[in-house]
């Protein structure tokens, strides 16, 4: 793959990036840490349902990065909320603190070549979603 030009080589990069991370998804649904992160499936298979683009592994990630902040004061945000399946994740381990959301609902901009490198996991308009979606 070295001798190949820098342009295809980021392409095959992009898409065997996406492939894995699509593969994550469909494979690691029945993953189960052990401990109290067992309490964590049952959300993290609800979220799925509504649009969660993580994977098994980076949701527990999520959850127990949230769960160590508790004893930090202030709200939390997330920026990219897509249809909400991590805010649902964020919610259930947040406690009483507030979580507030941003969003464009106009999904990504145009990739640039010399910023992103020409990559295939992004388009214009990809996770584009409706206020409803995540208020639901």
Same mark, same amino acid.
């Given at each position: 793959?070295?001798?190949? +030009?820098?342009?295809?080589?980021?392409t095959w990069?992009?898409?065997?990036?996406?492939?894995?991370?699509q593969?994550?998804?469909?494979?690691?649904?029945?993953? %189960?840490?052990?401990?109290? &992160?067992q309490s964590?499936? +049952?959300e993290?298979?609800?979220a799925?349902k509504?649009?969660?683009?993580l994977?098994?592994?980076?949701?527990?990630q999520?959850?127990d990065?949230?769960? !160590?902040?508790?004893?930090?004061?202030g709200?939390?945000?997330?920026v990219? %909320?897509? &249809?909400g399946? !991590?805010?649902?994740?964020?919610?259930r =381990?947040?406690?009483?603190r507030?979580?507030?959301?941003?969003d464009?609902f106009?999904?990504? +901009?145009s +990739?640039?070549?010399d910023?992103?490198?020409g990559t295939?996991?992004?388009?214009s308009?990809r996770f584009?979603?409706?206020? !409803?979606? =995540? &208020?639901?």
């Amino acid at each position: 793959m070295a001798s190949l +030009p820098r342009e295809i080589q980021s392409t095959w990069r992009g898409r065997l990036s996406l492939a894995a991370h699509q593969l994550l998804l469909k494979r690691a649904r029945e993953c %189960v840490y052990v401990g109290d &992160r067992q309490s964590y499936l +049952p959300e993290i298979r609800a979220a799925w349902k509504h649009g969660l683009l993580l994977n098994a592994f980076e949701a527990y990630q999520l959850m127990d990065a949230v769960k !160590s902040t508790a004893k930090i004061a202030g709200d939390l945000a997330e920026v990219g %909320v897509y &249809r909400g399946g !991590s805010a649902k994740l964020i919610c259930r =381990v947040k406690g009483t603190r507030k979580l507030h959301l941003f969003d464009t609902f106009a999904g990504m +901009p145009s +990739p640039s070549l010399d910023i992103d490198g020409g990559t295939v996991e992004y388009w214009s308009g990809r996770f584009a979603s409706r206020f !409803s979606e =995540v &208020r639901d």
